[in-house]
């Protein structure tokens, strides 16, 4: 979702930022990288430790508490669409191919991405905004399952809750673990990396592009030939 669908890395930035000052420090692009795509209670303590901060389990729990709390002010604005996205998930809804949104965000979050850009669920494309995203058919958040990425169980939860076969998949993932867990999961994975310091290597099952500008159901298909 953030990154990847809609343009949240930066208000994710607002945020990290914040904290970040609040701990005695300047937020940088190298703790970006190396947080984006994870779950709060990765990332976080990952800041903390950054800063030297106290990361004891009271003082993560604060953290987090405050990040989310911080992130559901800011997800009330505006969020774009990033390019080629919502031609994307259209394309894959007219031609009846499932389409699962699954973000390391808290349900929460996503909620609230997913009310500002369209409503979730299932349901025909038609009748949508042009330019909107969605619907999904099914949505996983980070809180909803065990293990997070760059484990493979939410493209597995996902798989197994659509009927789908993982090898038949196609995942697009702009993190580090969110391709590592894709991959994981036995997907087809298209990385495409949003923040600064964050590539990967083309690989077996591995497509990487710079957007999903011109990415159409027919390059989908025969990433799974």
């Known amino acids: 979702m953030d990154g990847l ?9 607002v945020a990290e930022v914040e904290l970040a000052r609040s701990l005695g420090g300047e937020f940088s692009p ?4 190396a947080i984006v795509g994870t779950r709060l209670e990765v990332a976080v303590p ?3 430790r950054w800063y030297d901060a106290p990361a004891a389990p009271a003082d993560v729990d604060r953290a987090c508490t ?3 709390a911080r992130m559901v002010e800011l997800f009330a604005g505006d969020l774009p669409v990033m390019p080629g996205a919502a031609s994307l998930v ?25 009310a500002d850009v ?10 949508w ?5 969605g619907p999904f058919d099914l949505t996983v958040a980070g809180d909803e399952v065990t293990n997070a990425k760059p484990h493979p169980e939410p493209w597995l ?22 391709v590592a867990s894709g991959l994981a999961a036995g997907c087809a994975v298209v990385g495409v990396p949003s923040v600064a310091g964050v590539s990967f290597e083309p690989a077996p099952r591995l497509t990487v592009r710079s957007s999903l500008v011109g990415l159409g159901l027919a390059d989908l298909q025969a990433l799974v030939a």
């Open 129 to 133: 905004p042009a330019g909107r995203l």
């Open 118 to 127: 369209g409503p979730a669920g299932g349901g025909p494309a038609g009748g």
């Open 157 to 178: 939860t996902a798989c197994s809750r659509l009927g789908v076969d993982p090898s038949r998949c196609v995942v697009l993932e702009d993190s580090p673990s969110g």
């Open 5 to 13: 669908l809609v343009d949240s890395e930066p208000v994710w930035t």
């Open 46 to 48: 990952r800041i903390l």
């Open 90 to 114: 259209a394309a894959c809804r007219a031609a009846a191919v499932p389409v699962a949104l699954v973000s390391s965000s808290y349900r929460v979050l996503v909620d609230a991405v997913l």
């Open 30 to 33: 190298e703790l970006k990288a």
């Open 66 to 68: 405050w990040l989310l």
